[in-house]
């Protein structure tokens, strides 16, 4: 069973980067694809991008396109988020998630073990 840990969220200041991890242990990594997810108070979560087995198959949600990447190493076990740009809107809770597949135009499918979220805070 594969377990997953995010890291590198904090406070910056609008138009600032941060750049999330999600290291998964447990299990082989590559089996996997992967979604970040993110939830604002007293918003739902939404899917904020994902990335499959075979790299090509990446996704972003409209809100991020063009500041947010998303990369994959396997031979470390990590899913990284690349935040550039930020926005107050970007304000959340960031967790990662393995899915069951990623559609480059619909997003993460189902979701199974979630890892515990890292605090986003884009602040002035």
């Known amino acids: 069973q594969v377990q997953l840990v995010e890291s590198g969220g904090g406070l910056v200041q609008p138009g600032g980067s941060l750049r999330l991890s999600c290291v998964a242990s447990?299990?082989?990594?590559?089996?996997?694809?992967i979604g970040w997810f993110r939830q604002a108070p007293g918003k739902e979560r939404e899917g904020v991008s994902c990335?499959?087995?075979?790299?090509?198959?990446?996704y972003y949600t409209n809100s991020v396109k063009g500041r947010f990447i998303t990369s994959r190493d396997d031979a470390k076990n990590t899913v990284d988020l690349q935040m550039n740009n930020l926005k107050p809107e970007d304000t959340a809770v960031y967790y990662c998630?393995?899915?069951?597949?990623?559609?480059?135009?619909?997003?993460?499918?189902?979701?199974?073990?979630w890892g515990s979220g890292t605090q986003v805070t884009v602040s002035s």
């Open positions: 998630a393995t899915v069951d597949y990623c559609d480059p135009t619909y997003g993460p499918g189902s979701t199974a073990t």
């Open positions: 447990g299990s082989s990594f590559d089996y996997y694809s």
């Open positions: 990335i499959g087995i075979t790299r090509g198959s990446i």
